[in-house]
């Protein structure tokens, strides 16, 4: 085989690899349980030109139609990752999975859709807009894309507008960390919170106190920790909780909803469990990373090994990760990401002699959905409905693309997987998909295994066989004023209605 991602077990749609498109246009998934974030169902599936058609026992069908057999089988909307880093600059380099490994990666463990981050170039968000549809020309699945604000001016504010208006763009990432790089501080954060609740935009926060993480890492230099683990000991949990609380309070005074981004620790999970008691729209997203592993792997004596688990917020040492998943089955944190942004070990070896200059970033976008299966549903810690509303359907509302996404219902993309619970999973650098040349989950193994992804309506992803075409993913384009703003305008009215009763004082005496 003469191109490089066939040795991958990876083949280019109808070419290179002499395995032909097996996918008709029309395909009836047949006799398998059918999960809903609202319910499941024996049903078959009935899927035509990309659409689902139809879902009811039964289905008769003529023989030009695919049928799959899923006996015994859930069948379930793809996974939506809402948080991935593909082809992303950052840290002198770039991360080595693009929108085209990265997402045959995703197909390969059941994702359908990702939502990736664009980032301005020199703080102009059209030019990173630009950046990124070149980067996402070569994609075989659906994507959307969140933006970061790096800079505050008329004109950014003014592109926001745009993005929102015109270019399907319905949320922006503002990173409270990153010092002298990406990070933001409290004046902007307040400015762009304003302009996200006037666009009917999700703002997003990095939440981490940048400030102190410089100092934290000038310490452990000073210390004489240059390796991996002063990574994790210049920026712990405290620093992670103090901002996710900035960020809440912030947003609450504000009146807007707000995303936090990976949440790695209790202490930033307690702090969106306390603004959810009180009332507040606040949306807390835990990455794979931080729900299955623990700190043990920064303190590798190996550097090649600690360096791949640097990622930002640290992974956390355990209790953390535990504490996470309750929150997830018990409704305080709402949907998982990855947070994948993956950087070879020649990448992460920048850092060999100062942890400060390792590439942050973890993989995770083809292990997501076993992981949270396994450890989510295997455990006993949610059911099969909740595992559906976790990894796909909840991803699809915050951001306003239900029911053509996160859904199996008629009408609906047929974004599908056919997932086998009495088969296994184990996972390695040798057979994962990725281009990197780790992985954080290395040797981990599992219960349940995503044998069929359908994305598109066609099948990519068949009994350990990928067949993906570049250029064949779309840009979904995500509408403002999800379901989080429903209300937040009655709740402003009355603020004010409460303002323009006057204070009626008495007439000091002369
Ligand atoms: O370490 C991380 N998380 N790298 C990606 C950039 C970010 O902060 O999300
Ligand atoms: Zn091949
Ligand atoms: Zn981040
Ligand atoms: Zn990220």
Redesign the pocket.
């Known amino acids: 085989e003469s191109n490089q991602f066939c040795d991958a077990g990876i083949s280019y749609g109808d070419s290179a690899c002499g395995i032909s498109s097996s996918s008709s246009s029309k395909i009836l998934i047949k006799g398998g349980t059918v999960v809903n974030a609202h319910q499941q169902e024996i049903a078959d599936v009935y899927i035509e030109d990309g659409i689902i058609v139809a879902v009811k026992p039964s289905i008769k069908v003529s023989d030009d139609v695919t049928v799959l057999d899923a006996t015994g089988k859930f069948v379930m909307p793809g996974g939506i990752d809402p948080?991935t880093?593909l082809g992303?600059e950052?840290m002198g380099t770039q991360s080595v999975d693009d929108f085209f490994s990265g997402q045959a990666a995703a197909l390969a463990g059941g994702t359908t859709m990702h939502i990736d981050?664009v980032i301005p170039v020199n703080g102009s968000l059209s030019a990173g807009l630009e950046a990124y549809k070149d980067k996402a020309k070569k994609s075989c699945m659906d994507y959307g894309f969140h933006m970061a604000i790096t800079k505050w001016d008329e004109i950014v504010s003014r592109e926001m507008e745009i993005m929102v208006k015109e270019q399907g763009i319905n949320s922006f990432k503002f990173?409270m960390?990153?010092k002298g790089a990406l990070m933001i501080n409290d004046e902007l954060l307040l400015e762009g919170l304003k302009k996200c609740k006037s666009l009917g935009a999700l703002a997003m926060v990095?939440a981490e106190n940048g400030d102190a993480v410089f100092e934290g890492q000038k310490k452990m230099i000073e210390l004489g920790i240059t390796g991996p683990e002063g990574h994790a000991l210049s920026r712990p949990p405290v620093l992670e909780g103090e901002a996710t609380a900035r960020a809440i309070r912030l947003a609450g005074f504000v009146n807007t909803p707000l995303y936090v981004?990976?949440v790695m620790s209790t202490d930033a999970m307690e702090e969106i469990a306390r603004a959810r008691k009180s009332g507040q729209r606040v949306i807390g997203e835990p990455v794979v990373s931080g729900l299955v592993l623990d700190d043990s792997g920064i303190w590798d004596p190996d550097f090649t090994t600690a360096a791949k688990y640097?990622?930002?917020?640290p992974i956390r040492a355990s209790g953390h990760d535990k504490a996470l998943q309750a929150a997830l089955s018990t409704g305080i944190l709402q949907l998982v990401g990855t947070?994948h942004?993956v950087f070879n070990s020649t990448q992460k070896a920048f850092g060999i002699d100062d942890f400060r200059k390792i590439p942050?970033?973890?993989n995770g976008i083809e292990e997501r959905m076993h992981l949270v299966w396994d450890t989510m549903v295997e455990s006993g810690q949610i059911s099969v409905t909740d595992y559906v509303r976790l990894t796909s359907t909840e991803c699809a509302r915050i951001f306003n693309i239900y029911p053509r996404k996160g859904a199996i219902l008629a009408g609906s993309d047929a974004d599908i997987i056919i997932f086998n619970p009495s088969s296994s999973f184990e996972i390695t650098t040798r057979s994962h998909h990725s281009r990197s040349d780790t992985n954080v989950f290395e040797g981990k193994r599992g219960k349940g295994k995503v044998e069929v992804t359908i994305a598109g309506g066609r099948v990519l992803w068949n009994n350990g066989e990928l067949n993906v075409v570049p250029g064949s993913g779309k840009f979904i384009k995500m509408p403002p004023y999800s379901y989080l703003f429903g209300g937040i305008d009655k709740a402003d009215a009355k603020y004010l209605s409460s303002l323009q009763a006057p204070v009626k004082r008495s007439k000091a005496a002369t």
């Open positions: 948080h880093h992303m950052f981050f990173f960390a990153y990095h981004v990976h640097v990622m930002s917020p947070d942004c942050n970033g973890v």
